[in-house]
């Protein structure tokens, strides 16, 4: 099983490992782009840092794109890549796996 660990496996479970990851790609999945207090709202248990540093890593991972509006206040939106919408039925499919998983 391990060989079947390839580099581009080892990226996608390194891109999902990080706390908050995979709840903010569900957010965004259900949304074209979010504001970054949108996305605070939709995530109470987690910090305003957390989620600065969960959103930094998947936009450095490709997965979550960042536009700025420099406007005041200022606006950024968050939405994901073409990478990051390619999650969409990897995510569903997990989301099923865990309903029917033995309860413990």
């Known amino acids: 099983m391990a060989e079947m660990l390839t580099g581009s496996l080892e990226r ?10 995979v709840t903010v790609i569900f957010h ?17 248990g987690i910090s305003q840092r957390q989620l600065v540093k969960c959103l ?8 979550v794109h ?9 606006r950024v939106e968050y939405g994901l890549t073409a990478w990051g919408r390619a999650f969409a039925p990897v995510l569903s499919a997990l989301r099923d796996w865990c309903e029917i998983s033995p309860k413990t």
């Open 66 to 74: 960042r536009v700025v509006y420099h406007q005041v206040p200022p």
């Open 28 to 44: 965004l999945l259900g949304a074209e782009v979010l504001r970054f207090s949108e996305l605070e709202r939709a995530m109470p």
């Open 12 to 21: 996608v479970f390194s891109t999902l490992a990080g706390r908050g990851n």
């Open 56 to 63: 930094r890593e998947l936009e450095a991972k490709g997965v």
